[in-house]
């Protein structure tokens, strides 16, 4: 950190002490100092802060009177970090919600984007309560509007580090909420002043038994107020602030950090829409909810409009892709997942997969012994997986990124409580991992994995190879794996052509063997072969290609 980022940290609190021996810790790891704001804490609460007041190691408890509102103590611990000369100030809720793995990333942002807010984008668990999840989706949509911009994606979440500078000037300025709703005023008006929104993915989570401090109707009444006072005063200022929009700044994000937007709420709502209407009425109610993600996705539109160029010159075709071919593109992957929840709820029943060659899959489920099954984001996996005879689905294990996957996977066991059996959450095999699919391999079972996306830990363990004309990371996972498990290698792949789902099964290798001496340059020809194989059925059917980040990224 140079001398230009000098941050610290504000962490407001009314009957939280629990969770913050482990907050202070972990800031003060980061050599953050801490200005604990107790927003008129009872006496056990008190008592537990004077325990941590040490103001020779930078932590500074400092007790308000009465019960003024969480927006008034962290504005008390902005004045007192601005007071100091602090450049930035990492505010941290009190109730260990927010997963404190992401505070390096956190402070990393802030330093690299030193004029920038950067807020917390939360990825909730099960824990979360219905109630809670509407009632921030209802925030959001206000935020859109009063903000013009799709540029924030939440605007509750109490993870984040401001610049001091702008914040100061506002508080100078106008009022701010005092109560719980600080967190979306201030994030507003100081979009409106031209300061830039740098999201970042953190995990939270309700832990059981926590007490929250959200008075039902005095804060909702609060930020109803809020909401009618920012839309009043937007259309009343709009031409400022349309002169002082901030500059979008992005950064380059993994695709397992990348969180589909709206998606629980989202899911919950297509899983609905189909149940009630079917496949066909579903896929007419949700085509202008998949335009308005078509025109207010910008990282996801860019990375479909380069492969779709990327594949169309593969096909011979001169044309660049249309406006209308990317709006196709994002329809067919609401398509695939309305899809996948009419397989899994039987509305598919009639349908039958059309294996493209018979004698492969006859080989494949004739064998006794057990398989690796490559699948890729090409077609539909999931919809494979439903619609396989119960013999074939008891015989299927699939590898799952636990972050990305869960989600569906939660609304996938309510269609039907199948869909979540033999589901490995497995962000890397190691010695147990590898133990426990041997044993499956044994007892004649497949192991299904992904072979078209990079390893969670990044760009460890890839191997760069020719894919669409430029080079692309591949994981060697997939490779690896299938040596160390010593069985039959196929790839499967499920397309939607005329009206019905293909099964594609591919012979790959009757067996992967890596020598010592040379890994490294086999495991090369191995994914090389696989990426020709993905560039075959991705050219030949563009429109269910579904990695939507940026697959040749560097």
């Known amino acids: 950190m140079t001398s230009l980022f000098r941050p610290c940290a504000v962490v407001p609190t009314r009957n939280h002490h629990r969770e913050l021996p482990g907050i202070v810790s972990a800031l003060r790891a980061r050599n953050l100092p801490v200005f604990i704001i107790d927003d008129g804490s009872d006496d056990a609460t008190q008592r537990a802060l004077s325990q941590l007041h040490a103001p020779g190691e930078a932590v500074h408890v400092v007790r308000r009177d009465g019960t003024p509102g969480k927006g008034a103590a962290v504005c008390k611990g902005f004045r007192l970090a601005s007071a100091e000369g602090?450049?930035?100030?990492?505010q941290i809720d009190a109730d260990g919600q927010h997963d404190l793995a992401a505070l390096p990333r956190l402070l990393d942002l802030a330093a690299s984007y030193p004029e920038a807010l950067i807020c917390g984008r939360p990825i909730f668990d099960d824990s979360v309560p219905r109630a809670r999840a509407l009632g921030r989706w209802i925030t959001n949509l206000c935020v859109w509007f009063e903000t013009l911009s799709f540029r924030i994606p939440d605007a509750m979440c109490g993870f984040r580090v401001y610049p001091t500078a702008p914040v100061a000037k506002l508080l100078e300025d106008c009022d701010v909420g005092r109560?719980?709703?600080?967190?979306?005023?201030i994030l507003v008006r100081l979009f409106w002043q031209g300061v830039p929104v740098v999201d970042l993915p953190v995990c939270v989570r309700y832990p059981e038994g926590n007490t929250s401090n959200f008075d039902?109707?005095?804060?909702?009444w609060c930020i109803t107020r809020m909401h009618t006072r920012l839309m009043v005063s937007m259309l009343w200022r709009l031409p400022g602030i349309l002169r002082h929009r901030p500059v979008h700044l992005t950064t380059t994000s993994h695709w397992s950090t990348l969180s589909e937007r709206g998606a629980s709420l989202g899911l919950w709502f297509a899983a609905g829409v189909c149940r009630m209407l079917g496949r066909r009425g579903a896929l007419v109610i949700l085509s202008p909810v998949v335009l308005f993600f078509y025109l207010t996705g910008s990282r996801q539109r860019r990375a479909s409009r380069e492969f779709l160029t990327r594949a169309f010159i593969a096909r011979g075709e001169r044309a660049a892709p249309s406006w209308g071919d990317g709006y196709r593109h994002f329809l067919s992957f609401a398509a695939c997942i309305i899809d996948t929840f009419a397989a899994w709820a039987g509305q598919m029943a009639s349908e039958r997969l059309q294996p493209e060659d018979a004698g492969e899959l006859c080989r494949l489920t004739g064998d006794a012994g057990g398989a690796l099954l490559i699948v890729s984001h090409v077609g539909?996996?999931?919809v494979a997986r439903a619609l396989l005879d119960r013999k074939s689905r008891e015989r299927l294990s699939v590898l799952v990124h636990t972050?990305?996957?869960?989600?569906?996977?939660?609304?996938?066991?309510?269609?039907n409580p199948e869909?979540?059996?033999?589901l490995l959450q497995v962000t890397e095999v190691g010695p147990a991992s590898a133990i426990l699919l041997r044993e499956r391999i044994e007892h004649g079972g497949w192991i299904a994995v992904a072979g078209d996306r990079t390893p969670v830990s990044g760009d460890r363990r890839v191997v760069s190879a020719k894919f669409l004309g430029d080079d692309a990371q591949f994981a060697e996972g997939p490779i690896v794996l299938a040596s160390l498990l010593g069985c039959p290698v196929y790839l499967l792949f499920c397309l939607r052509k005329r009206g019905r789902y293909h099964l594609i099964i591919e012979r790959f290798a009757d067996r992967i063997e890596l020598d010592r001496r040379d890994r490294k340059a086999q495991i090369q020809l191995w994914v090389e072969r696989y990426a020709r194989a993905l560039e075959r059925y991705a050219v030949a059917e563009p429109f269910q290609?579904?990695?939507f980040f940026p697959f040749w990224a560097r």
Do not use: P
Request: charged residues 20%.
């Open 86 to 90: 602090f450049t930035h100030v990492a």
């Open 179 to 185: 109560r719980m709703d600080f967190d979306t005023d």
């Open 419 to 422: 869909a979540t059996i033999n």
């Open 545 to 547: 290609w579904f990695n």
């Open 403 to 415: 972050r990305n996957a869960q989600r569906l996977n939660n609304v996938l066991g309510r269609f």
């Open 216 to 220: 039902m109707l005095k804060d909702n």
């Open 380 to 382: 539909s996996a999931h």
